[in-house]
């Protein structure tokens, strides 16, 4: 994020299809503070990785003159439901307002490019500088400083945020993790590479036999039956999905058509059960060590939260009817200082 010395782009006001948390924002009630907006959607990895850090800011800065608005724009089609949409950024617990952004009229309006996206605006109105996609929190951090300072010369403000213990470092060094996957036909293909068969057309179902005991990195591999649509894949009862990926943590987005079963994902990693350290905070166990996803509406799942980086066989056994998978997000660790 860089800032724009003079003030010439006024920010254009918040016209979204409703709102999740707190109450309704206008820019315009806003001057004489500075205000973060933070575009997202809560089924992106990225953005939702980075709102822990975004509250920080909220809380860290609010006294001192920032105003944080929150913008969710839906990433999948079952984000687009309004009900749903509140249900989950209160799950999320987010303590400023939220705009549902349904018809992307604001994500338009600012001309965002990709999820997340940032915008600083400045105590008289005006955008001052952006960033689009992952990353970007120190900067923006950086860009409210200055805003605040200009808006108030002399102004004493707190010192830096500092991140909690366990809370990663933006800007740090990482591991190399494998990239995320995207199903469907216009996403990313699933094994075994070197089948014959012709690419599988949008709302074709397909039997897929025993997975190969030797599987590339970074490859879904399916077992059982699947319809393959344009930017999903959906399992029939007892379907699997396997993955070997390099990481330290694994989050699936998947959403379920109601029919008013209950539905799960049973979740084993190199063999077993996740053990506690490594479990996902979506993850549960049953009386026999076995660990399950329950499932409710679409979103992003935290499957493995902190296991030690390095290659991992993933295993996500499908109980129930309609359950899709759109994503599969691996996330890293930060290098020791001694490697």
Do not use: C
């Amino acid at each position: 994020m860089r800032l724009i010395r003079e003030r010439r782009i006024p920010a254009s006001e918040l016209t979204p299809s409703g709102w999740a948390a707190g109450a309704p924002q206008l820019l315009g009630a806003l001057r004489g503070r500075v205000v973060l907006l933070d575009i997202f959607s809560y089924a992106d990895p990225a953005g939702v990785a980075a709102l822990p850090h975004v509250r920080l800011l909220h809380d860290h800065y609010r006294e001192s003159g920032l105003s944080v608005i929150g913008v969710h724009v839906p990433a999948y089609p079952f984000e687009r439901s309004l009900a749903d949409a509140r249900q989950e950024i209160w799950r999320l617990g987010l303590p400023y307002p939220v705009a549902l952004d349904q018809d992307f009229s604001v994500f338009r309006a600012y001309e965002s490019r990709d999820l997340p996206a940032r915008f600083v605006i400045d105590a008289q109105g005006y955008v001052r500088g952006w960033s689009h996609g992952p990353g970007g929190l120190m900067e923006a951090e950086r860009a409210v400083r200055a805003l605040l300072r200009e808006a108030s010369p002399g102004r004493e403000l707190p010192h830096v945020v500092e991140l909690p213990a366990g809370m990663m470092r933006p800007g740090g060094l990482l591991w190399m993790a494998s990239p995320e996957i995207r199903f469907g036909t216009r996403g990313s293909g699933f094994g075994p590479p070197e089948t014959d068969d012709p690419p599988p057309q949008p709302g074709e179902s397909r039997d897929f036999g025993e997975l190969p005991e030797l599987r590339a990195q970074g490859r879904a591999y399916l077992q059982g039956r699947w319809t393959i649509h344009d930017t999903r894949i959906t399992a029939e009862p007892g379907a699997v999905l396997s993955v070997v990926f390099e990481g330290a943590s694994a989050q699936a987005v998947v959403s379920v058509e109601a029919d008013g079963t209950e539905s799960a994902l049973e979740v084993t990693l190199d063999g077993a059960a996740p053990h506690a350290e490594a479990a996902g905070k979506d993850l549960e166990t049953d009386g026999e060590g076995h660990a399950f996803l329950p499932l409710g509406p679409g979103r992003l799942y935290d499957l493995l939260s902190a296991a030690e980086f390095g290659v991992h066989n993933l295993s996500l056994r499908v109980r129930g009817h309609g359950v899709s998978f759109h994503l599969l997000h691996f996330g890293s660790s930060e290098v020791p200082e001694e490697a």
